[in-house]
């Protein structure tokens, strides 16, 4: 079954960088991209970036570009989201989904606080 | 980018009742690139619908989506007690995919 398996809950101080781990399993990990979503406490879905993981192609949404960096590594089937220059309003679920006709599997989360 | 305006924002209804939930796009939305989420408090969201009318794998089949251009609609038949939760639409046509603001669906 697909399965996408996140990283566990971070802590960091502002300025800081965190980077959040997505290891796919259940079907070709090459033949979807991925995307991370971020969810703010009580807010919506923010679309944050995608990654092709067959050709490490991304696209960033303008709000982060220059603060993230998305990734794939094949040999292990996991994608990560590196965010820089983390801020109090960075405070939020980070969630990595699987394009297909929509986002068909998520990963279950991962609450990335930032405070001082 | 695409704005999505969701609505009502609350939709108080009792269990056996018909739900209507609105999505209207901000710019018409090609080939109906238009996606349906529920998200339960503490979960990451499940899609059901996708091509604004396709349901997903496992999704039952009182959940059906319809609409086109920039107007959308997902109605569940006969809502079940697991269905109380909040619902978003996600357009997928063009860059950056947007989501709505989300729709509660709570009980009366």
């Known amino acids: 079954q697909v399965q996408l398996v996140q990283s566990g809950a971070e802590v960091k101080k502002p300025g800081a960088s965190v980077k959040v781990s997505c290891k796919a399993s259940g079907y070709t990990f090459t033949s979807y991209g991925i995307s991370w979503v971020r969810q703010a406490p009580g807010q919506g879905l923010e679309w944050m970036g995608w990654?092709?993981?067959?050709?490490?192609?991304?696209n960033y949404a303008q709000k982060f570009q220059g603060r993230v960096l998305m990734t794939t590594d094949t040999s292990t089937n996991t994608a990560s989201m590196e965010l820089r220059s983390l801020r109090s309003d960075d405070t939020a679920m980070y969630y990595c989904?699987?394009?297909?006709?929509?986002?068909?599997?998520w990963g279950q989360g991962t609450l990335v606080t930032v405070s001082s | 980018e695409i704005v999505l305006t969701q609505s009502p924002g609350t939709l108080s209804l009792s269990p056996g009742e018909r739900a209507t939930l609105s999505c209207r796009a901000s710019?018409?939305?090609?080939?109906?690139?238009l996606a349906w989420y529920q998200q339960n408090p503490g979960q990451a969201p499940r899609l059901l619908i996708y091509g604004a009318s396709s349901r997903a794998t496992g999704i039952p089949d009182r959940f059906s989506g319809s609409g086109s251009g920039t107007d959308f609609t997902l109605t569940i038949s006969r809502l079940e007690p697991e269905d109380f939760a909040l619902y978003y639409c996600q357009q997928y046509d063009s860059s950056p995919p947007t989501f709505g603001q989300g729709t509660k669906v709570d009980i009366k």
């Open positions: 990654i092709s993981v067959y050709t490490g192609k991304t």
């Open positions: 989904a699987r394009e297909n006709g929509g986002y068909d599997y």
């Open positions: 710019q018409s939305i090609g080939s109906s690139f």
